[in-house]
């Protein structure tokens, strides 16, 4: 799992959850490729805020990407 902070080995099957501070708006699991298709900066769906909160994380670090984020 990562959320800023190492080790995270990265695989084909990450997924990214993001999350804004603001409106507490949580997005859904996201693939690399819908992360690609987002770009950068992220932003929040909900209220258009930039989202500075994320976990990325293999699907068997689920449990703990949601508890973490």
Not at 11 to 26: E, G, N, P
Not at 35 to 64: I, L, N
């Amino acid at each position: 799992m990562f959320y800023g902070h190492a080790p995270h080995t990265p695989s084909d099957l990450d997924l990214t959850l993001l999350r804004c501070r603001k409106c507490d708006w949580l997005s859904p699991e996201l693939t690399r490729d819908q992360m690609r298709a987002r770009g950068v900066p992220w932003y929040c769906d909900a209220c258009g805020e930039r989202v500075t909160s994320w976990v990325t994380f293999h699907p068997s670090e689920r449990a703990a990407a949601y508890e973490a984020i």
